[in-house]
C-alpha cells in the first residue's frame, strides 16, 4: 500500500531565506507527483505536476523535483515571502485512474 | 472558468439526519473524487468515479453513497449522519489516464454533526 510522508510537519523561517519541503513514498511505481498550496479554511491549489518521466518541474520561485528510484519529492521555495504561508500537501497518482494519495502536509510560516 | 463548484460550503447536521454533499466541474473531466480531511489524519479518500455510471469505493466509503449520472455532477450523500463524519470535505476533478495533468479541487463543504 502507497504511504506518504512529508517532513517536516511545520515550519517557520524569516523572511527571503530559500527553503526545502520534503516528500516521500513507498512505491516507486507512480504515474505523476503534484504538490498543494492549502490556504486555511480553504480548497487546494495545484502548484506543480511532475510527471513521472520527468525530473523537475518549475514556476516562478517554486521548483519541484521528483527522484522516483529514491522514492523522493522536493519542493524548494526561493526567497520565501510571508504570502508563502499555507500548508503544502504533496500527492502521488498511482496509476492511469485518478486516485491520488496525500501525505499529511508541511505548515510553513514565513515570517516578516 | 468556474472549475469544482462544491455546495454548500457549510453544514450542521444533527446525528441520524441525511444530507447531500453537491459537486459540479464544467471541465468535461471523466475522474471524480470525494475526500475528507480530518486534522492529523491528512486527506482520505471516500468514493471516486472514472465516468458516468462508474463509481467505486476509495479508502473510507462506509456511511456514504455517491452516484455519476453525468459526467459534470458528482453529489455525496449521508444515509445517516454521525458526528465521526464531522469533517472538511473535498470534491476533485482531472482528466483519466492523462499523466501530464493535474487534479482541481473544490473549496470544499465543512461538515458538522451534533
Known amino acids: 500500500k502507497q504511504e506518504v510522508t512529508q517532513i517536516p510537519a511545520a515550519l517557520s523561517v524569516p523572511e527571503g531565506e530559500n527553503l526545502v519541503l520534503n516528500c516521500s513514498f513507498t512505491d516507486s511505481a507512480i504515474y505523476n507527483l503534484q504538490w498543494f498550496r492549502q490556504d486555511p479554511g480553504k480548497g487546494l491549489t495545484s502548484l506543480l505536476l511532475?510527471?513521472?518521466?520527468?525530473r523537475e518541474q518549475t514556476s516562478g520561485r517554486l521548483n519541484a523535483s521528483l527522484d522516483k528510484s529514491s522514492g523522493r519529492s522536493t519542493l524548494y521555495i526561493a526567497a520565501s515571502q510571508p504570502g508563502d504561508s499555507a500548508t503544502y500537501l504533496c500527492a502521488v497518482k498511482g496509476g492511469s485512474q485518478g486516485n491520488l494519495i496525500f501525505g499529511k502536509g508541511t505548515k510553513l510560516s514565513v515570517k516578516p | 472558468n468556474a472549475g469544482v463548484t462544491q455546495t454548500p460550503k457549510f453544514q450542521v447536521l444533527k446525528t441520524g439526519q441525511s444530507m447531500t454533499l453537491q459537486c459540479a466541474q464544467d471541465?468535461?473531466?471523466?475522474?471524480m473524487s470525494w475526500y475528507r480531511q480530518d486534522p492529523g489524519m491528512g486527506l482520505r479518500l471516500i468514493h471516486y468515479s472514472v465516468g458516468a455510471g462508474i463509481t467505486d469505493q476509495g479508502e473510507v466509503p462506509n456511511g456514504y453513497n455517491v452516484s455519476r449520472s453525468t459526467t459534470e455532477d458528482f453529489p455525496l450523500r449521508l444515509l445517516s449522519a454521525a458526528p465521526s463524519q464531522t469533517s472538511v470535505y473535498f470534491c476533485?476533478?482531472?482528466?483519466?489516464?492523462?499523466?501530464?495533468?493535474?487534479?482541481?479541487f473544490g473549496q470544499g463543504t465543512r461538515l458538522t454533526v451534533v
Open positions: 471541465m468535461n473531466h471523466e475522474y
Open positions: 476533485a476533478s482531472s482528466y483519466e489516464r492523462a499523466a501530464n495533468t493535474e487534479a482541481f
Open positions: 511532475i510527471q513521472s518521466s520527468q
